[in-house]
Nanobody
């Protein structure tokens, strides 16, 4: 079941930036949110998460210092600012909502359809 809507993906050169946005229904306002990415043949990879209060924002080492997750409580959106993009950041990026902050995709019960990010020279 698709509950969330992602936007902002596209084609970018290495070193460039993109900002992804996830719009969630109001009933998910107090949920933790996260971003995952996936390439064909591989499992979904954790990219970033943010707690309801915003006090917890875990990142994997692969994106730490380059990617930043934000919440807009008024509009019920969650953005992922991606800087210094690398070819290995290419993939379909998914937004997810769950009751707790976690790095495992199985912890999130609601997902979007995904948005493609391609980093290529």
């Amino acid at each position: 079941q698709v509950d969330l809507v992602e936007s902002g993906g596209g084609l970018v050169q290495p070193g460039g930036s993109l900002r992804l946005t996830c719009v969630a229904p109001g009933r998910f306002r107090t949920y933790a949110k996260a971003w995952f990415r996936q390439v064909p043949g591989k499992d979904r990879e954790f990219v970033a998460a943010i707690s309801w209060s915003g006090d917890r924002t875990p990142y994997p080492d692969s994106v730490k210092g380059r990617f930043f997750i934000f919440r807009d409580y008024h509009n019920n959106t969650v953005d992922l600012q991606m800087n210094s993009l690398k070819p290995e950041d290419t993939g379909v990026y998914y937004c997810a909502a769950g009751t707790v902050v976690a790095t495992e995709s199985s912890s999130y019960s609601h997902w979007g359809q995904g948005t493609q990010v391609t980093v290529v020279s």
